[in-house]
T-cell receptor, first 115, second 114 residues
Framework: AQKITQTQPGMFVQEKEAVTLDCTYD???????LFWYKQPSSGEMIFLIY??????QNATEGRYSLNFQKARKSANLVISASQLGDSAMYFC????????????FGTGTSLTVIP | DTGVSQNPRHKITKRGQNVTFRCDPI?????LYWYRQTLGQGPEFLTY????????KSRLLSDRFSAERPKGSFSTLEIQRTEQGDSAMYLC????????????FGPGTRLTVL
């Protein structure tokens, strides 16, 4: 079974609107971490936001927030007030265990912001 | 610049040649990871180091691949007898062991095997 599933290969959003990128995960470990990364066309993976499995509050970092629904095993990324520079690939990732050795990545969602 | 650096950024080689990539992590980070990313896919784990010790290797890492991290600083990834299927982006990430273990990535090395 896939550890991380991103079901949206491509998404479009109007500039200044909000967009939600979906991510579901699969683990039986009670301790895990969830991450979102942005990969522009230049190729570098840029860390955006982190959510720990025991965190009570949804994580927020500026315009990024993570909608964490533990029972449904989903960790959706919400980008508010989209900007043209947000156009990129977005990857959801998971680290299993308290200090897990491996990270698992999804297949990514390509976001295009329309002016 | 205090981020993760990788060299070269691009490498074009002929099938059967050996190639070596270098990764310089963020200086206080004790863990270093190598990933391979092909078009349309997320990064796939290859191997990781805790300081100078190579602690885990993926089954993706065939005998033609070898990685080192002498003295627990920079790391090298060598591919011997390259094949066209090795064409990919090779990403390095470093981690400062903490409660989050966030990985910080370098810009990657894009390998093209002709």
């Amino acid at each position: 079974a896939q550890k991380i599933t991103q079901t949206q290969p491509g998404m479009f959003v109007q500039e200044k609107e909000a967009v939600t990128l979906d991510c579901t995960y699969d683990t039986s470990d009670p301790s895990y971490g969830l991450f979102w990364y942005k990969q522009p066309s230049s190729g570098e993976m840029i860390f955006l936001i982190y959510q720990g499995s025991y965190d009570q509050q949804n994580a927020t970092e500026g315009r990024y927030s993570l909608n964490f629904q533990k029972a449904r095993k989903s960790a959706n990324l919400v980008i508010s007030a989209s900007q043209l520079g947000d156009s990129a690939m977005y990857f959801c990732a998971m680290r299993e265990g308290h200090t897990g050795n491996q990270f698992y990545f999804g297949t990514g969602t390509s976001l295009t912001v329309i002016p | 610049d205090t981020g993760v650096s990788q060299n070269p950024r691009h490498k074009i080689t002929k099938r059967g040649q050996n190639v070596t990539f270098r990764c310089d992590p963020i200086s206080e980070h004790n863990r270093l990871y190598w990933y391979r990313q092909t078009l349309g896919q997320g990064p796939e784990f290859l191997t990781y180091f805790q300081n100078e010790a190579q602690l885990e290797k993926s089954r993706l890492l065939s005998d033609r691949f070898s990685a080192e991290r002498p003295k627990g600083s920079f790391s090298t990834l060598e591919i011997q007898r390259t094949e066209q299927g090795d064409s990919a982006m090779y990403l390095c990430a470093s981690v400062f062991q903490s409660s989050t273990d966030t990985q910080y990535f370098g810009p990657g090395t894009r390998l093209t095997v002709l």
